[in-house]
């Protein structure tokens, strides 16, 4: 069975950092291409980047690239999305999720509130 759990969100103030986490079970990160989104509070979901199964390659939206960085741990399985010198407008719920096939599984997400 897929899963994948994000932990990792909170309160930061401007400028601040977050690592979130993706942990997956039910197959290897390592075997397929994961991406996160977010979702802001009234808004549509929002693709932030991704990471290819071989390489890797990482590409990022134009609004997180410079500060944001995604990485894979395939030995914890686990993919990760470190969001430095975050800004208000980073705030929104942000999920991770894999497509296998026809098949496309989300996290539950985990809210990010940039705040001063």
């Known amino acids: 069975q897929v899963q994948l759990v994000e932990s990792g969100g909170g309160l930061v103030q401007p400028g601040g950092s977050l690592r979130l986490s993706c942990a997956a079970s039910?197959?290897?990160?390592?075997?397929?291409?994961m991406s996160w989104f977010r979702q802001a509070p009234g808004k549509g979901r929002e693709w932030v980047g991704r990471i290819t199964r071989f390489g890797p390659i990482i590409n990022y939206s134009d609004a997180v690239k410079g500060r944001f960085t995604i990485s894979r741990d395939n030995t914890n399985n686990t993919v990760y999305l470190q969001m430095n010198n975050l800004e208000e407008r980073d705030t929104a719920v942000y999920s991770c999720?894999?497509?296998?096939?026809?098949?496309?599984?989300w996290g539950q997400g985990t809210q990010v509130t940039v705040s001063s």
């Open positions: 999720t894999v497509v296998m096939g026809t098949e496309q599984y």
């Open positions: 039910g197959f290897n990160v390592g075997n397929y291409a």
